[in-house]
């Protein structure tokens, strides 16, 4: 007998590196989803957990938008009213079994739930409990609400983005969600791993504070060791001269020359050897006294010329450099393409859409989107099933708004 698509689905994510582990995902917004998307992706068995609709609303938010569909491919979605005991008594069921349980949370309504890590440890000591917080689970800020905006200015990060003197200026990404759910995934397969040598999970932690703080990476250890506070330097590099964008005559483009080496294979690839024996410019530290000069004299040679000319020219030597895109010409660029970044899955309503990619690639296993963001509560019954209750457990919870 053929295998039915969803036999098909789950045969297809078993092979998957991440196919032998089942998690329960609680999380909401970005942050959290960000982790999750990692272990859905290599074929983990996910299993989304929201809450039942309200009417007409959904907690979720706009199902069909861009960025819900991007989050959540590659899932199976259940609703559970984890505030009924029928809920409660379900979500504990999957979690004996499961794997690892993702939540961004605030600390005050997992255990309000009792669905916190010791709640699910005492049932399931292998249990890998993964959790987001705005600024830890404890701490002075520990029972604040966080969002990626205010982290970014908490953690420094707007006070060294835009043009000097500009006032702070928030990152066009949400990159304090993406770097914790980035790193929370990191996180997981840590414990996991750690899992298989001693045999317990463990509480995985971070916050959208911590994973901001650590993104200043070189910028905080200037302050770390040598108590320098990096100042806004817009689109010049903080300390390698020259970085940074120049005039083409069609355009702008990003010119990287930064080390000494590069600095030379420049100054011949632009047409001004000369400038390789002017002392002041010799050194790193010449260079950086010497910024605005250097980057006037640059821009006031590659505004001559198109970018694609000074591209060709600089490649040739070795430096790097590149076009500034507008997201629509990210996606036609020939090397986005070859990587396939843009991926196809077919929506039941929505029909055939693209969504990004994984930036991961493992030898001898596909990374396609194996199944588009699922509706509210449609696996909620098949899940139950799987977990052992029967049609007519169901459907007492159904009536009792447990799902």
């Given at each position: 007998?053929?295998?039915?698509?969803?036999?098909?689905?789950?045969?297809q994510e078993t092979r998957l590196p991440l196919g032998n582990l089942t998690?329960?995902?609680?999380?909401?917004?970005?942050?959290?989803?960000?982790?999750?998307?990692?272990?859905?992706?290599?074929?983990?068995?996910?299993?989304?957990?929201?809450?039942?609709?309200?009417?007409?609303?959904?907690?979720?938010?706009?199902?069909?938008?861009?960025?819900?569909?991007?989050?959540?491919?590659?899932?199976?979605?259940?609703?559970?009213?984890?505030?009924?005991?029928?809920?409660?008594?379900?979500?504990?069921?999957?979690?004996?079994?499961?794997?690892?349980?993702?939540?961004?949370?605030?600390?005050?309504?997992?255990?309000?739930?009792?669905?916190?890590y010791d709640n699910v440890r005492a049932i399931n000591p292998r249990i890998?409990?993964?959790?987001?917080?705005?600024?830890?689970?404890?701490?002075?800020?520990?029972?604040?609400?966080?969002?990626?905006?205010?982290?970014?200015?908490?953690?420094?990060?707007?006070?060294?983005?835009?043009?000097?003197?500009?006032?702070?200026?928030?990152?066009?990404?949400?990159?304090?969600?993406?770097?914790?759910?980035?790193?929370?995934?990191?996180?997981?397969?840590?414990?996991?791993?750690?899992?298989?040598?001693?045999?317990?999970?463990?509480?995985?932690?971070?916050?959208?504070?911590?994973?901001?703080?650590?993104?200043?990476?070189?910028?905080?250890?200037?302050?770390?060791?040598?108590?320098?506070?990096?100042?806004?330097?817009?689109?010049?590099?903080?300390?390698?001269?020259?970085?940074?964008?120049?005039?083409?005559?069609?355009?702008?483009?990003?010119?990287?020359?930064?080390?000494?080496?590069?600095?030379?294979?420049?100054?011949?690839?632009?047409?001004?050897?000369?400038?390789?024996?002017?002392?002041?410019?010799?050194?790193?530290?010449?260079?950086?006294?010497?910024?605005?000069?250097?980057?006037?004299?640059?821009?006031?040679?590659?505004?001559?010329?198109?970018?694609?000319?000074?591209?060709?020219?600089?490649?040739?030597?070795?430096?790097?450099?590149?076009?500034?895109?507008?997201?629509?010409?990210?996606?036609?660029?020939?090397?986005?393409?070859?990587?396939?970044m843009a991926r196809p899955v077919k929506h039941p309503r929505l029909g055939?859409?693209?969504?990004?990619?994984?930036?991961?690639?493992?030898?001898?296993?596909?990374?396609?989107?194996?199944?588009?963001?699922?509706?509210?509560?449609?696996?909620?019954?098949?899940?139950?099933?799987?977990?052992?209750?029967?049609?007519?457990?169901?459907?007492?919870?159904?009536?009792?708004?447990?799902?």
């Amino acid at each position: 007998m053929p295998e039915s698509p969803t036999d098909q689905t789950l045969a297809q994510e078993t092979r998957l590196p991440l196919g032998n582990l089942t998690v329960l995902d609680l999380t909401l917004a970005r942050a959290g989803p960000t982790c999750v998307r990692h272990l859905a992706d290599w074929g983990a068995n996910v299993i989304r957990i929201e809450p039942p609709s309200v009417g007409s609303e959904d907690i979720a938010g706009d199902r069909d938008g861009p960025d819900f569909q991007n989050l959540h491919r590659n899932k199976r979605m259940v609703q559970l009213n984890l505030k009924t005991p029928e809920g409660h008594a379900a979500f504990m069921r999957l979690a004996a079994k499961a794997d690892v349980v993702v939540e961004n949370m605030r600390a005050a309504v997992k255990h309000r739930l009792n669905i916190a890590y010791d709640n699910v440890r005492a049932i399931n000591p292998r249990i890998v409990y993964a959790s987001i917080s705005g600024f830890g689970q404890e701490g002075p800020y520990g029972k604040r609400a966080g969002v990626d905006q205010i982290a970014q200015g908490l953690g420094g990060l707007m006070s060294i983005t835009g043009l000097p003197g500009q006032g702070p200026v928030r990152v066009g990404i949400p990159i304090a969600d993406l770097t914790a759910g980035n790193l929370l995934a990191l996180g997981v397969m840590v414990a996991l791993y750690d899992r298989e040598r001693t045999g317990v999970g463990r509480w995985v932690q971070t916050s959208l504070l911590e994973a901001q703080v650590f993104m200043l990476d070189f910028q905080a250890t200037r302050w770390l060791m040598k108590h320098e506070i990096a100042p806004q330097a817009g689109n010049d590099h903080p300390t390698g001269i020259p970085t940074g964008v120049f005039p083409a005559s069609d355009g702008l483009i990003n010119i990287a020359a930064s080390s000494a080496r590069l600095w030379e294979r420049f100054c011949e690839a632009i047409g001004r050897p000369e400038w390789k024996a002017k002392e002041e410019w010799k050194t790193q530290k010449g260079r950086s006294a010497a910024r605005a000069a250097i980057n006037a004299a640059i821009a006031a040679v590659t505004r001559g010329k198109p970018a694609a000319h000074w591209i060709e020219i600089f490649e040739e030597a070795g430096i790097p450099c590149g076009p500034i895109n507008t997201i629509d010409k990210v996606f036609a660029d020939p090397q986005v393409k070859f990587l396939k970044m843009a991926r196809p899955v077919k929506h039941p309503r929505l029909g055939e859409i693209e969504l990004v990619g994984s930036a991961i690639t493992l030898s001898d296993y596909p990374k396609d989107i194996r199944s588009a963001t699922p509706e509210a509560g449609q696996h909620t019954e098949a899940v139950l099933r799987e977990a052992g209750y029967s049609p007519a457990e169901i459907a007492d919870m159904r009536a009792k708004g447990a799902i």
